[in-house]
Each structure stands twice: as C-alpha cells, then as structure tokens.
C-alpha cells in the first residue's frame, strides 16, 4: 500500500541552525501539507502547497519557514534559522484533491529537537 | 476560529469494554469531521470521516462515530476494546472557507487492559 515516507524520523540541532525535513508524498498526489506537534499541544497545520506554489499558510508559518518540491518526488520543509520553540514532531501529508472531505494521508513524523 | 475539543487526554478500558472516546467542536455551521488514529511510530491514519448525509458513520476496525448537530459532538465509539485499539486517537475539522487544512483536538491517548 502506497505511503508517505519522512526523513530523518528525528533531527537534533543546534538554535540558529538550518533544518531541511525532507517527505516523500504518495507518488499520484498533488496537494502536500505540512503539520507541527509541539508536545503535549494539539496538531497544527502550518501550509500547503499545490502546482508548485503555496495555497494555505497558517500564521505559524513565518518567514523562517519555506516549502519546496525540488523535483517530482520530494516536498521538503526548511526552518532557516531554528529556535528552541521550533522543537516538535513535523508531519507532512498529501491528497489526491485539495477538496475539504479529501482524506489526507500522513507520514509517521519527524522529531524536531532544538537545543 | 474554529476549535476541537477532545475531553481526556487519556481513557483506559478493559478489553471488551466500551471505548467511548469525545470530540466537540465550535463552529455554528457544521464542518467536516474526521477521526485519526496514530500508532506508536507510524502516521495519523484515517479512521472515519463525515462529511454529508447518514450522521452515524462506520469506519475501520469497528469503529464508528456519530454527527449531532445539536450538541456539535462527534464521539467516537466501540463496542468492545481490544489490546491492539491502544494507540493515539485524533479528532479533526476541515472548515468551510478552507482548502482543505485540518483543525486538530489535542488527542486522547487510549489504553487497554487485559
């Protein structure tokens, strides 16, 4: 059964560093999100992102984060310069359709530690 | 803004038992509702969903939830736990306005007894 895969399942870095979170969505998918964690918090959507550009953006998502499908394969997540509250479990999912009731298929995480 | 209320972050049945797990969200105007289940070190899968029509809606391992509108709930239930429904259960809304983002509660993390 097709599966959204998420590399690395946990990343530790150092505050002010860059992190690249790399996802690779279902191949025949065209709509991707990305969604954060903090612990003990609720599941956040942070953007979304079709035909090449970004459809939704949640006011999480600032200028330290981009999104980028760098080629017809991977949809990455960059923080430019991290903070200690950036620390939390980062799941992309992906969709056939960007449509309300679509159901979203979900990677297994990666966890996001900032020291 | 819409919101997601998942009573209990965390519910323990015995095997067998009823597993009653509560989700409420906000809004006036119903959205969509969804139900997700994490296992340890996997994704958020999707357990059921509603959208239109029949408010009782079945979905995967038996489980199923029901949409009332009066009452903006959409609990989630089984008649009878077992050991591998253990896991991390998500209550979600897609809203109307949106392109498909998800609105999470903050889940409930169930347990099973033998």
């Known amino acids: 059964e097709p599966e959204v895969t998420q590399t690395p399942s946990h990343q530790v870095t150092q505050m002010g560093q860059e992190v690249i979170l790399r996802c690779v969505p279902i191949?025949?998918?065209?709509?991707f999100y990305w969604y954060r964690q903090i612990l003990g918090q609720k599941v956040e959507f942070l953007v979304s992102?079709?035909?090449?550009?970004?459809?939704?953006k949640s006011e999480i998502f600032d200028d330290q984060f981009s999104v980028e499908r760098p080629d017809g394969s991977n949809f990455t997540l960059k923080i430019r310069s991290t903070k200690l509250e950036d620390s939390a479990m980062y799941f992309c999912?992906?969709?056939?359709?960007?449509?309300?009731?679509?159901?979203?298929?979900f990677g297994p995480g990666t966890r996001l530690t900032v020291l | 803004a819409q919101s997601v209320t998942q009573l209990g972050s965390h519910v323990s049945v015995s095997e067998g038992a009823l597993v009653l797990l509560r989700c409420n969200y906000s809004?006036?105007?119903?959205?969509?509702l969804f139900w997700y289940v994490q296992y340890p070190n996997q994704g958020l899968q999707l357990l059921l969903k509603?959208?239109?029509?029949?408010?009782l809606v079945k979905g995967i391992n038996g489980f199923e939830a029901e949409f009332k509108k009066s009452e903006t709930s959409f609990h989630l239930t089984k008649p009878s736990a077992h050991m591998s429904d253990a896991a991390e259960y998500f209550c979600?809304?897609?809203?109307?306005?949106?392109?498909?983002?998800?609105?999470f509660g903050k889940g409930t993390k169930l347990s099973v007894k033998p």
């Open positions: 999912a992906s969709s056939e359709v960007g449509d309300r009731h679509n159901e979203q298929f």
């Open positions: 191949s025949n998918h065209l709509y």
């Open positions: 992102f079709y035909n090449n550009e970004i459809s939704e």
């Open positions: 809004s006036s105007v119903p959205p969509y």
């Open positions: 509603y959208t239109t029509g029949a408010t």
């Open positions: 979600a809304v897609s809203d109307w306005g949106s392109q498909g983002n998800l609105i």
